[in-house]
C-alpha cells in the first residue's frame, strides 16, 4: 500500500494505478478504524481493481463545542489495517492541503441536510459536503462507499453526486453499505470509545428500543405515540436527552406520521453522557 500526503503525490499515484483501465473505489474515513470501515474496503475489493482510503479529520464538519481536538486518531494502526485488507492508495492531507491559504468555497445540499443532525450540528453538512466533493475531484473514482450509519450523510452525498452530475447516468456510484453491529446491537461507531463501561452497557438498549418501536410501527400504532414511547424509553435506559427521533421517507428524509408503500426510515440520535449517538434502521414492507 502506497501513502500519499500531496496532491501532486497523489495524482502521480492515480495515473499509475489507471494505467492499465483499472477501476477505482473510494472509501472516505476520517480514521479511528473499525470493523464498519473495514467492512467498507471489502465492499470496495469486490467490485473494484483497486481501493483508495482517504483518511483526513475535516474540521470543517465539527461545531464550535464539539470534539475536533478530541476525536480519536491513530494514524499507524489505521494504516496497518488498511494495508492488511489491500487497500492500493492511502490518501492522508494535513488540513492545509485539504484547505490552502484563502480557501473561500461552500458546498451546501438543500433538503435532505435540514432537520434531523442538519437542526442539532448547523453547519455539518456543509462541511460534509464540501470534503466528500473534493474528495471526489482529487481520486475521480468510479465508485465511492459509505455506511448506512450515517443515513442522513449518505442521503447528502448521494443528491450532491446527482445535482452536480458527479455520477453517470443510471448507475448507483454511491454505494451505501449496511451498518454494522457489536454483538449486543450497538451500531460501531468511533465515538463508541468515549462510553465509560456503564454508559456502553446502557448504549445497548438503543437499538433493542429503536427494534421495539419498528414492530409497533409495523403492527399499525399510531406513529406519534410509537415515538414518543420509544423517546421515553431511551431516556429511561440511562441517556441524558434524545435530540430527535423521527420516521422519515429513506430517500427524501422527510418525516412521515404513517408508515406507507415507500421505503421508510428509524432515525435517531441521542446522548449518554458527553457522547452523542446517532442510529438508524429500516422500517416497513419494503425494508431491505
Same mark, same amino acid.
Given at each position: 500500500?502506497?501513502?500519499? &500526503?500531496?496532491?501532486?503525490?497523489?495524482?502521480?499515484?492515480?495515473?499509475?494505478?489507471?494505467?492499465?483501465?483499472?477501476?477505482?473505489?473510494?472509501? $472516505? &474515513?476520517?480514521?479511528?478504524?473499525?470493523?464498519?470501515?473495514?467492512?467498507?474496503?471489502?465492499?470496495?475489493?469486490?467490485? +473494484?481493481?483497486?481501493?483508495?482510503?482517504?483518511?483526513?479529520?475535516?474540521?470543517?464538519?465539527?461545531?464550535?463545542?464539539?470534539?475536533?481536538?478530541?476525536?480519536?486518531?491513530? $494514524? %499507524? +494502526?489505521? !494504516?496497518? /489495517?488498511?494495508?492488511?485488507?489491500?487497500?492500493?492508495?492511502?490518501?492522508? @492531507?494535513?488540513?492545509?492541503?485539504?484547505?490552502?491559504? =484563502?480557501? +473561500?468555497?461552500?458546498?451546501?445540499?438543500?433538503?435532505?441536510?435540514?432537520?434531523?443532525?442538519? +437542526?442539532?450540528? @448547523?453547519?455539518?453538512?456543509? =462541511?460534509?459536503?464540501?470534503?466528500?466533493?473534493?474528495?471526489?475531484?482529487?481520486? %475521480?473514482?468510479? /465508485?465511492?462507499?459509505?455506511?448506512?450509519?450515517?443515513?442522513?450523510?449518505?442521503?447528502? *452525498?448521494? &443528491?450532491?453526486?446527482?445535482?452536480?452530475?458527479?455520477?453517470?447516468?443510471?448507475?448507483?456510484?454511491?454505494?451505501?453499505?449496511?451498518?454494522?453491529?457489536?454483538?449486543?446491537?450497538?451500531? /460501531?461507531?468511533?465515538?463508541?470509545?468515549?462510553?465509560? @463501561?456503564?454508559?456502553? &452497557?446502557?448504549?445497548?438498549?438503543?437499538?433493542?428500543?429503536?427494534?421495539?418501536? *419498528?414492530?409497533?410501527? #409495523?403492527?399499525?400504532?399510531?406513529?406519534?405515540?410509537?415515538?414518543?414511547?420509544? #423517546?421515553?424509553? *431511551?431516556?429511561?435506559?440511562?441517556?441524558?436527552?434524545?435530540?430527535?427521533?423521527?420516521?422519515?421517507?429513506?430517500?427524501?428524509?422527510? $418525516?412521515?406520521? %404513517?408508515?406507507?408503500?415507500?421505503?421508510?426510515?428509524?432515525?435517531? !440520535?441521542?446522548? *449518554?453522557?458527553?457522547?452523542?449517538?446517532?442510529?438508524?434502521?429500516?422500517?416497513?414492507?419494503?425494508?431491505?
Amino acid at each position: 500500500m502506497q501513502t500519499v &500526503t500531496s496532491l501532486d503525490m497523489l495524482r502521480t499515484a492515480l495515473a499509475g494505478l489507471r494505467a492499465d483501465g483499472a477501476r477505482i473505489a473510494l472509501v $472516505p &474515513t476520517m480514521g479511528a478504524l473499525h470493523e464498519g470501515h473495514l467492512t467498507l474496503v471489502r465492499r470496495a475489493r469486490a467490485e +473494484a481493481d483497486h481501493v483508495v482510503a482517504s483518511i483526513f479529520v475535516n474540521p470543517r464538519q465539527f461545531g464550535p463545542n464539539e470534539d475536533l481536538d478530541a476525536y480519536p486518531r491513530q $494514524p %499507524a +494502526a489505521d !494504516a496497518a /489495517m488498511l494495508e492488511a485488507e489491500g487497500v492500493s492508495l492511502l490518501w492522508t @492531507p494535513g488540513p492545509e492541503a485539504m484547505y490552502p491559504a =484563502g480557501f +473561500a468555497t461552500t458546498v451546501s445540499v438543500a433538503g435532505v441536510s435540514e432537520g434531523l443532525c442538519g +437542526a442539532a450540528r @448547523p453547519g455539518h453538512f456543509d =462541511g460534509v459536503a464540501t470534503v466528500v466533493l473534493k474528495l471526489f475531484n482529487q481520486v %475521480a473514482p468510479d /465508485m465511492a462507499f459509505f455506511g448506512e450509519k450515517d443515513f442522513q450523510q449518505l442521503a447528502v *452525498i448521494r &443528491t450532491m453526486a446527482r445535482d452536480l452530475d458527479l455520477t453517470r447516468p443510471h448507475v448507483d456510484a454511491i454505494i451505501g453499505v449496511p451498518t454494522v453491529r457489536e454483538a449486543d446491537g450497538l451500531a /460501531m461507531s468511533s465515538r463508541n470509545r468515549y462510553l465509560s @463501561p456503564g454508559q456502553r &452497557t446502557a448504549a445497548a438498549a438503543l437499538p433493542r428500543a429503536m427494534r421495539e418501536a *419498528i414492530a409497533g410501527i #409495523e403492527g399499525g400504532a399510531q406513529v406519534a405515540g410509537v415515538l414518543l414511547q420509544l #423517546e421515553a424509553g *431511551i431516556i429511561a435506559a440511562g441517556f441524558s436527552s434524545v435530540d430527535y427521533a423521527a420516521l422519515a421517507d429513506a430517500r427524501s428524509l422527510a $418525516p412521515l406520521a %404513517a408508515l406507507g408503500p415507500e421505503p421508510a426510515r428509524l432515525l435517531v !440520535a441521542a446522548r *449518554i453522557g458527553d457522547t452523542r449517538l446517532i442510529d438508524n434502521m429500516p422500517v416497513g414492507p419494503a425494508r431491505r
